[in-house]
């Protein structure tokens, strides 16, 4: 993750001290502090060490020491970036006695030996190692901004403050640390080497014997880095701290690395920093260097390897698309506001316009019109009417084109909301009505045609059969009607006597 801060709070955390430190990306030193872990665990201790920390608007860097990792100078077939992180995961695990689960990898980019080759820096540390630290940091109530390495800090560091270019012979730096030391390599302004020497100030102070074991050390690690390298070795080597136990440790390697230049360079002498954060030096980290965890702060947004969890990455990226999702969300409701606004305004103002002119000026033409409509309404009621009772003459037409010579009708009842029609008459015989059924059946005009009752009865000294028939206008000859309160208003009730 690319860091954008341009203040950071650094965070060294060990089984014995825990470190922390306010820096700016220019330089500056801003607030110092070290605790010891007693019983309490390094929780407390970290609470301890922020008090009086603007934590706001900070990046939070956790520092991860070389005493912790693993390095390994590798050419790698590919100069894709994805690729080369893939086949660094796969080799990892050969280089430590870890499973691939276990570890976290990074790399620091060296150089292209040969097209389609990189050589890199393989960088493998416990992967639960760097949790536990985090979750410390976690329970502290920060949020992580990134994981470094403390040599590449280093290296960079000292690269910058000794304006060393690319194209200068690598430069090895020595830090000495209380418990260890880091042996650092740096070539072409790139952490090239990182070897932890397990020999610190403690052990020069109280061991004869340590300081001719860590001049062993160091000439292994000078023979291991030519021949992983191919590079030639570091004519140059800097000594970052001038702690009383380290008096004479410059001329003894010029003694056994003949043709070397060996300097003091105290890191503290290269240190922006205000009084108080001089008074911690000299009062805290007199037998103690700050350097791993101010120097990382100072080039954090230049270094290149980092250690962190992949979930963590994960978690990153689904917040950094929810930003800029939400970014997106808030630029479409700008717009639509933007846009109603627009649309608002130009209806508000042809909305005054349509008030000030043309309605007032059109206001008796509008009252002409409105009775124009009125009267149309009426109009159409009366229209619905009269094709009402068009069809209801249809119906009387067709009943008197179906009806034989001997039946005679004496009732023809039509119900206009429903369409029924209901039919009472006599025939000479039974038959004839049933006759008389069937034809009303056949006819396009009506459907459903049902015998509701048949009886005989005696009419002029004749028998006659009597009779009730129900059925229903067609669907397709029914007419939309008209509203029945306006009907009622308009038309008499359609019953026909007929004898």
């Given at each position: 993750m690319k860091l954008k801060q341009s203040r950071f709070i650094s965070i060294s955390i060990s089984s014995a001290v825990v470190k922390t430190a306010l820096v700016q990306s220019s330089g500056l030193v801003e607030k110092l502090a070290r605790r010891d872990v007693d019983k309490s665990g390094p929780d407390a201790a970290l609470r301890v060490a922020l008090e009086g920390f603007p934590v706001k608007g900070a990046g939070v860097l956790c520092v991860i020491p070389g005493d912790v990792a693993t390095t390994k100078i590798l050419e790698v077939p590919s100069a894709d970036r994805e690729e080369i992180e893939s086949i660094l995961a796969l080799q990892a695990s050969r280089h430590t006695p870890f499973n691939k689960d276990e570890i976290l990898t990074s790399y620091i980019k060296l150089g292209v030996p040969k097209p389609n080759f990189t050589r890199v820096l393989l960088i493998v540390v416990k992967r639960e190692?760097?949790?536990?630290?985090?979750?410390?940091?976690?329970?502290?109530?920060?949020?992580?901004?990134?994981?470094?390495?403390?040599?590449?800090?280093?290296?960079?560091?000292?690269?910058?403050?000794?304006?060393?270019?690319?194209?200068?012979?690598?430069?090895?730096?020595?830090?000495?640390?209380?418990?260890?030391?880091?042996?650092?390599?740096?070539?072409?302004?790139?952490?090239?080497?990182?070897?932890?020497?397990?020999?610190?100030?403690?052990?020069?102070?109280?061991?004869?014997?340590?300081?001719?074991?860590?001049?062993?050390?160091?000439?292994?690690?000078?023979?291991?880095?030519?021949?992983?390298?191919?590079?030639?070795?570091?004519?140059?080597?800097?000594?970052?701290?001038?702690?009383?136990?380290?008096?004479?440790?410059d001329t003894k390697i010029s003694e056994v690395l003949t043709g070397t230049k060996v300097e003091l360079a105290p890191y503290t002498n290269f240190l922006q920093a205000n009084k108080a954060v001089k008074d911690v030096l000299a009062r805290s980290f007199a037998d103690d260097s700050a350097l791993d965890v101010i120097a990382p702060?100072?080039?954090?947004?230049?270094?290149?390897?980092?250690?962190?969890?992949?979930?963590?990455?994960?978690?990153?990226?689904?917040?950094?698309?929810?930003?800029?999702?939400?970014?997106?969300?808030?630029?479409?409701?700008l717009l639509l506001l933007s846009v109603g606004g627009a649309l608002m305004s130009k209806v508000y103002y042809k909305d005054a316009f349509l008030n000030k002119n043309l309605i007032a000026k059109f206001a008796d033409q509008r009252k002409e019109v409105s009775n124009i409509e009125n009267l149309i309404r009426k109009t159409q009621v009366l229209r619905d009417?009269?094709?009402?009772?068009?069809?209801?003459?249809?119906?009387?037409?067709?009943?008197?084109?179906?009806t034989p010579e001997d039946i005679y009708l004496n009732n023809i009842s039509m119900d206009d909301a429903t369409g029924s029609i209901t039919v009472q008459g006599a025939a000479t015989t039974m038959s004839h009505v049933f006759t008389f059924v069937t034809a009303l059946e056949s006819s396009d005009l009506f459907e459903g045609v049902k015998t509701k009752s048949t009886s005989t009865k005696k009419d002029r000294d004749k028998t006659v059969a009597t009779f009730e028939l129900v059925m229903q206008l067609s669907k397709s000859e029914v007419n939309v009607k008209p509203n029945p309160a306006e009907a009622a208003a308009a038309a008499p009730d359609k019953s026909v006597q007929a004898k």
């Open positions: 190692t760097v949790k536990d630290k985090l979750a410390i940091i976690k329970r502290a109530g920060l949020d992580i901004s990134s994981v470094l390495f403390v040599p590449e800090g280093i290296a960079r560091f000292y690269t910058e403050v000794y304006k060393i270019k690319k194209t200068d012979a690598p430069v090895a730096i020595i830090d000495v640390g209380m418990q260890s030391t880091n042996f650092i390599v740096a070539s072409q302004c790139l952490l090239s080497m990182s070897r932890n020497i397990p020999i610190g100030l403690e052990h020069l102070a109280i061991d004869a014997e340590s300081p001719a074991q860590m001049l062993n050390d160091i000439k292994a690690s000078l023979d291991a880095y030519e021949h992983e390298s191919g590079d030639r070795k570091p004519a140059r080597f800097l000594i970052t701290t001038n702690h009383m136990a380290l008096a004479g440790l702060a100072i080039v954090a947004v230049k270094c290149q390897a980092e250690l962190v969890p992949q979930d963590i990455k994960d978690q990153w990226a689904i917040a950094e698309k929810g930003k800029a999702t939400y970014a997106a969300g808030v630029l479409v409701i009417y009269m094709a009402d009772r068009d069809l209801s003459l249809e119906a009387i037409r067709e009943l008197y084109r179906l």
